[in-house]
């Protein structure tokens, strides 16, 4: 059975060969370096102890220096497992997902029609080379030193011309004994109703297009006519070319990429040769479209980071935010993009000949994530001064996160998505984990300073403890019924973005039940994240007995406890802080305004706290009419007699 053109590039393109080499061996993981998709393992044809198996994941090959064996995975399956070609070739198509297909006795004779368009491809690279060197190709060769192609550079890159003639390239290659037809299925000649066989390309500087193998499969030309209406002009779809599956410099910037070099992927075959030129091997482009979902895979083939070099206009940031969209979908650890924008609308040969190889390298270390451009789609040029507004933005956001599939990559982005929001919008308060409750009081002109620091006795005192066992308590309470009813979650979504958090655990689990609130499978999706501290914070004891988790709750007994627990989470923060603030003010306030400042403080605390069934015989009614319990009344007693005594006077309370 023969396989249909690009079945194979395929196949080795979906499939890790290091995930396939992984079940047989067990990795050196001293001698090998994952992030550049370097393996080494004792070899699995022959006994041996040290590693001396290699695999190279990005070229998709391995080598054994023992035994000399080698291969890439069709091979490596075939051999370790006994099969035949078409065996292996199946076995790897159902782990790539990929359908085999139907037996096609043409195919044979296709393969050859294949090879036979190579040679063709070959034999017109030669031809275009060539007439780069004739009279008629002088300003194209002008053109080309104005860009900075030395004579060398145009060799190295096989650099050609076409003439400006309808009949020049068939006439020369029917001199060669090649048919028409070869060259009408090779893309070189086309046909049209109005007129006989003619030459595609005319009057143009002329790119070969090769494989990842290095074949000749297309040409890409440049106008010399400034009036063409096709600056540049690819060949057409053939048996060899499929303009979406390949990428302009592939094989060579997979090798650079290999030894170290930046994925750079520009807009052009002379975007990429000045790269090359100035140093920046491992460079690609797209051929004439938008970067497809194919392309993208090969890019991430040959490097787990690719930078997109942005042209510094608007054409160049819609390119780079399809990009987004494309590989929104894709994502997956360790795979990801970041974007370079360069300055002032050029493009990377511009910038390379205005100011050299050190600008763009100070562009691409530059680069940003994808997330932040993400981010400045949604919201640059943008006004957010209403809730309304704010709302539209975070629908937006939520239904582009929900595009990305794999759980954890959607977490960490909704993350980095709050941190954004809250610069935003303009709050003090960022969505880290684990950051301590601080009192804030207000400072001159309006203005929020942070407090002078405590004295040694009110920093021992547990008056200025932010926090308290019973916060965690309330937290996992909170977070727990919210995993159980997650339909609650947009409800209290705003109290929660704010909370302040006692544990990473409890942040951590609070920012993927916000990620997830929508998700039909929310649960499954933080455990699936987060499996450690969902099991840390169900351990506690307390949920077991908590109303809402019992078995018989429902939804609205959830939410009336989660209110509550809100509530008193707030009220006994404020009032501890409330405190510690009174304790640090002694010697700045009058009894009368200390003595308001706690009743009210208590007054908050105990509405909070009191549910509607609680009796009221503990609570005492202090002079301006607030309720104090007796804990919270002896503990304002204390206070005021440490100011008389501070202040060498008599108490008057």
């Known amino acids: 059975?023969?396989?249909?053109?690009?079945?194979?590039?395929?196949?080795?393109?979906?499939?890790?060969?290091?995930?396939?080499?992984?079940?047989?061996?067990?990795?050196?993981?001293?001698?090998?370096?994952?992030?550049?998709?370097?393996?080494?393992?004792?070899?699995?044809?022959?006994?041996?102890k040290s590693a001396s198996f290699h695999v190279d994941d990005r070229k998709g090959f391995y080598y054994c220096f023992g035994c000399h064996a080698k291969g890439d995975a069709l091979s490596f399956v075939k051999e370790t497992e006994n099969l035949s070609f078409m065996e292996a070739v199946e076995v790897l198509a159902r782990e790539a997902g990929m359908t085999m297909p139907a037996r096609d006795p043409k195919a044979a004779e296709k393969a050859d029609r294949r090879s036979e368009l190579v040679k063709v491809m070959e034999e017109a690279v030669k031809w275009f080379r060539l007439q780069l060197k004739t009279a008629a190709a002088a300003d194209a060769r002008a053109y080309l030193v104005k860009r900075r192609l030395s004579e060398a550079a145009q060799d190295r890159w096989e650099i050609g011309f076409a003439p400006a003639s309808w009949t020049a390239l068939t006439d020369a290659m029917t001199q060669k004994g090649i048919s028409p037809d070869l060259l009408i299925d090779a893309g070189l000649i086309a046909k049209s109703d109005k007129r006989a066989a003619y030459d595609r390309f005319r009057n143009r500087i002329i790119f070969p297009i090769r494989d990842g193998r290095g074949r000749a499969i297309s040409l890409g030309g440049r106008a010399m006519d400034p009036g063409d209406p096709a600056k540049y002009l690819n060949g057409p779809e053939t048996d060899l070319f499929d303009k979406g599956r390949n990428l302009y410099n592939h094989g060579p910037a997979r090798e650079a990429a290999g030894k170290g070099k930046p994925l750079i992927v520009a807009e052009g075959y002379m975007d990429v040769i000045a790269l090359c030129e100035a140093g920046f091997t491992a460079a690609v482009a797209p051929l004439g479209t938008a970067v497809t979902e194919d392309q993208l895979r090969l890019m991430w083939r040959i490097s787990d980071e690719p930078v997109i070099a942005l042209d510094?206009?608007?054409?160049?940031?819609?390119?780079?935010?399809?990009?987004?969209?494309?590989?929104?979908p894709l994502l997956e650890a360790g795979k990801g993009l970041r974007f370079a924008l360069l300055p002032g609308g050029q493009d990377p040969d511009d910038l390379l000949n205005a100011e050299g190889a050190p600008a763009m390298q100070r562009v691409l270390d530059a680069a940003q994530p994808m997330v932040q451009l993400l981010w400045q789609r949604e919201t640059e040029g943008k006004s957010f001064d209403s809730p309304e507004r704010k709302a539209a933005l975070d629908k937006t956001l939520r239904t582009t996160l929900r595009r990305i599939t794999d759980p954890s990559i959607r977490a960490h982005y909704g993350e980095a998505i709050k941190a954004?929001?809250?610069?935003?919008?303009?709050?003090?308060?960022?969505?880290?984990?684990?950051?301590?409750f601080q009192p804030w009081q207000k400072g001159g002109k309006g203005r929020f300073q942070p407090p002078a620091p405590a004295l040694?006795?009110?920093?021992?005192?547990?008056?200025?403890?932010?926090?308290?066992?019973?916060d965690g308590l309330r937290e996992a309470m909170i977070l727990a019924t919210l995993?159980?009813?997650?339909?609650?979650?947009?409800?209290?979504?705003?109290?929660?973005?704010?909370?302040?958090?006692t544990s990473d655990d409890h942040a951590r689990l609070r920012n993927l039940l916000l990620t997830h609130a929508h998700a039909e499978d929310c649960a499954d999706l933080v455990r699936a994240d987060s499996p450690?501290?969902?099991?840390?914070?169900?351990?506690?004891?307390?949920?077991?007995?908590a109303p809402a988790l019992q078995p018989r709750a429902d939804a609205d007994l959830a939410a009336a406890c989660v209110e509550e627990a809100l509530a008193r989470l707030r009220a006994d923060r404020a009032h501890r802080a409330e405190l510690a603030e009174a304790e640090e003010d002694m010697g700045h306030l009058a009894d009368e305004g200390l003595t308001w400042r706690l009743s009210k403080a208590t007054e908050a605390r105990a509405n909070a706290a009191r549910g509607p069934q609680e009796q009221k015989s503990e609570a005492i009614i202090a002079p301006n009419g607030v309720e104090l319990d007796r804990e919270?009344?002896?503990?304002?007693?204390?206070?005021?007699?440490?100011?008389?005594?501070t202040r060498g006077g008599k108490s008057r309370h």
């Open 1 to 48: 059975m023969s396989l249909p053109s690009g079945f194979l590039d395929e196949l080795r393109t979906r499939v890790s060969l290091s995930a396939v080499v992984g079940r047989k061996v067990t990795w050196d993981m001293r001698k090998s370096n994952m992030a550049k998709g370097d393996w080494w393992a004792p070899c699995p044809f022959h006994q041996e």
């Open 420 to 436: 954004l929001r809250w610069d935003l919008f303009g709050t003090n308060r960022r969505p880290v984990a684990a950051r301590p």
């Open 483 to 501: 995993l159980r009813f997650p339909a609650l979650i947009p409800r209290f979504e705003t109290t929660l973005e704010r909370l302040d958090l």
């Open 632 to 645: 919270e009344l002896d503990r304002a007693r204390r206070l005021h007699a440490q100011i008389d005594f």
């Open 532 to 545: 450690a501290a969902l099991d840390r914070m169900s351990a506690n004891p307390h949920l077991r007995i």
């Open 456 to 470: 040694a006795a009110t920093r021992a005192s547990l008056l200025a403890t932010a926090t308290a066992p019973e």
């Open 312 to 328: 510094g206009d608007a054409a160049g940031i819609r390119a780079g935010l399809r990009v987004v969209d494309l590989a929104l």
